[in-house]
């Protein structure tokens, strides 16, 4: 049941938000949960669920009922009372529109026909003067506006609609890793290259003619691994969303290994292979319990480097640490003698902390004055624009 909970939960928080209701980022990976725990199994059970999760206010009520009914074909008032399972509603309304359904949403789901085939959305209903170049251009220059905008937009103060362009962007990021030296030597079979100056030294045996061609058998460069470690507990909950699209483009480009911590260590590397950005966030809210919680820095590194990074995730890696640095377990001495270790193990730790965007920002919490002697970059991270640097020191540019 899984994988069809994330689905369904982040099916419904994107119709919501497309429907005008203000969803907040973790909404739809607070749905899942609840699903889980409470398992519900009736489409009247997912209503009440839902309509505690997304809805903060009464004048919302409508835009729910709407929605729900849109998407599950189910009157709100026979909701309660149908058994139908989750499962099998959600994929009844993946294959037609629901009877309920109003009939302009109708004619936007389903493609127009004719011989020339479907026409695009942005195309029906409007008349010779609405197209053509003119509209395109319009279209081109608000998406642009918008992007701009949000490039600069702090994390924090990004709205629910900037957060899912957000996971498209993020999405189409180019995370380049810096090269390490190749452990085995190039295969001569696989690759026909010749050493040169092995090929003359051993042409003095045979009277300086080179009858034997000595292959090359240089290591060829590996780019080295990459580990993102992201803070999601309460002080950081503004930023948790952006950076867990961050964490999903990261494993889904490179390979990364994920791991997120409030009061312990997760692992969501699994989690977040999924190609669907809300799905795999949905499932990443399974996979840890310890969402907006308290922080415990220390003691997560040094789960990690004790069950990971020990064995070898973290030895010659690019580390990257997503967090504030507020230490809530003791006086940061057990994060100063992990971050030691840690940088003994990796190539390169960069720490993002959004907070270091303010020019009055000092290194004071325990946490952050603990860990910062040992790490080799420290970016802030709190917008898109600011993202492009941590990728800049990912790739030792910086």
């Known amino acids: 049941m899984g994988p069809d909970v994330a689905r369904v939960a982040a099916a419904l928080g994107d119709e919501l938000r497309r429907a005008g209701l203000t969803v907040p980022p ?3 990976a607070r749905f899942a949960a609840a699903l889980v725990r409470s398992r519900a199994l009736a489409t009247g059970e997912l209503y009440w669920i839902g309509r505690v999760t997304f809805v903060g206010d009464v004048d919302d009520i409508e835009i729910y009922d709407r929605v729900f009914a849109r998407l599950f074909g189910s009157a709100i008032g026979a909701a309660s009372r149908r058994g139908e399972s989750l499962e099998q509603a959600f994929g009844d309304r993946q294959k037609r529109p629901p009877a309920s359904m109003p009939e302009a949403d ?4 389903q493609p127009s026909g004719g011989p020339d085939g479907p026409q695009p959305l942005g195309d029906q209903g409007l008349s010779g003067d609405d197209r053509g ?3 395109e251009r319009d279209a081109f220059v608000m998406t642009a506006s918008v992007d701009e905008r949000l ?3 702090d994390f ?7 957060l899912a362009r957000l996971a498209e962007v993020m999405a189409e990021l180019a995370i380049v890793l810096p ?4 452990r085995r030597p190039r295969g001569a079979r696989r690759d026909r290259r010749i050493d040169r100056r092995a090929t003359l030294r051993r042409a003095h045996r045979s009277g300086g003619d080179p009858v034997r061609l000595v292959p090359d058998r240089a290591r060829p460069p590996r780019p080295r691994r990459l580990v993102l470690l992201a803070d999601v507990s309460g002080s950081m909950a503004p930023y948790t969303r952006a950076y867990l699209h961050l964490l999903h483009a990261a494993v889904r480009a490179t390979r990364a290994e ?4 409030a009061t312990h260590l997760t692992r969501l590397t699994p989690a977040l292979r999924h190609s669907a950005p809300d799905v795999a966030l949905a ?8 969402w907006s919680s308290g922080t415990r820095i220390g003691a997560s590194m040094e789960t990690f480097l004790d069950e990971w990074g020990r064995r070898g995730l973290a030895r010659g890696a690019v580390i990257v640490i997503v967090s504030d640095g507020w230490e809530g377990d003791g006086d940061g001495t057990l994060l100063g003698e992990q971050m030691g270790r840690l940088a003994r193990l990796a190539h390169k730790i960069v720490w993002v902390n959004p907070r270091s965007q303010s020019d009055r920002w000092e290194p004071k919490v325990a946490g952050m004055a603990a860990a910062l002697p040992h790490v080799d970059t420290l970016v802030s991270g709190h917008s898109l624009a600011a993202v492009h640097d941590v990728l800049a020191a990912i790739a030792d540019t910086a």
């Open 26 to 28: 973790d909404g739809a």
């Open 106 to 109: 109708r004619v936007q789901r």
């Open 133 to 135: 170049p003119s509209r």
């Open 151 to 153: 490039r600069h937009r």
């Open 156 to 162: 924090a103060d990004a709205s629910p609609d900037e």
């Open 179 to 182: 090269l390490r030296p190749g």
């Open 258 to 261: 994920a791991f997120v911590f």
């Open 283 to 290: 499932e990443a809210s399974l996979a840890a319990d310890d």
